[in-house]
């Protein structure tokens, strides 16, 4: 069974503070790797990929670790909207046939930002 | 902009129904997915669908089948509903990307939501 894992917790950090969490994943034929950012009752939406050179947005850092088969995300100078739950989704390679094998979500870091 | 729409924000039905749940993309993406998500559980992909008529079981797919007649269109079905298909059910697309026979998953973007509870 191939698996994603976050750490749940919820993470409470005041703001302006910079935070960061991982996500491992079990499968090393992964292809690509996304942050996506998830509201209380609404949709995922893409927050970043993540290159293997590492990419950044602003205040927000992602990195790839092949060998250790992690994506770490970090957030600076964290604000109050910042607070959500960040999920984190690997997908392999796959042929012309199609397969969903190994398209897996995690099931969500859930960061709180306290004024 | 891109837009995923549900046929329905919430719906309510009972045990034993026969429930539709439909999805449209105008994005002209290949790849159309099925999931729910629950507390503590996370996203779980249900069904998988890579192009037109085309389909593909995904973690947890007993209990419904999928229909897709038209590249834009991904429907659900629950055959008979049942007390434990209550859940947030959230439909995405997305593109492919690769060569030389091999692809991966773009971005997927995600509907809406449809807030399920079956009595």
Redesign the interface.
């Known amino acids: 069974r191939k698996e994603v894992e976050q750490d749940p917790g919820p993470f409470n950090v005041p703001e302006g503070a910079t935070v960061a969490f991982n996500c491992t994943y079990s499968n090393s034929a992964s ?2 790797f ?1 942050w996506y950012r998830q509201d209380c009752r ?5 927050l970043m ?1 993540v290159y293997s050179s590492g990419n950044e947005d602003g205040r927000f850092t992602a990195q790839l670790n092949r060998a250790s088969q992690y994506i770490s995300l970090l957030i600076r100078d964290s604000k109050l909207s910042d607070s959500a739950t960040y ?1 984190c ?1 690997v ?6 046939g ?3 094998d190994g ?6 870091t859930h960061l709180i930002i306290q004024p | 902009d891109v837009k995923v729409t549900q046929s329905s924000r919430y719906l309510v039905k009972r045990t034993g129904e026969k429930v539709f749940l439909e999805c449209v993309q105008d994005m002209d993406h290949e790849n159309m997915f099925w999931y729910r998500q629950d507390p503590g559980l996370g996203l779980r992909l249900i069904y998988f669908s890579y192009d037109v008529k085309m389909k593909e079981k995904g973690d947890i797919p007993e209990g419904y089948s999928v229909s897709r007649e038209k590249k834009e269109r991904f429907s659900l079905i629950l055959e008979s509903a049942s007390t434990n298909q209550t859940s947030m059910y959230l439909c995405a697309s997305s593109l492919s990307r690769g060569a030389g026979g091999l692809f991966h998953t773009d971005t997927q973007y995600f509907g809406p939501g449809t807030r399920l509870t079956v009595l």
């Open positions: 292809q690509s996304f609404k949709e995922p939406k893409l990929s999920l989704v997908t392999p390679l796959y042929d012309s199609g397969g969903a398209l897996t979500f995690g099931k969500g």
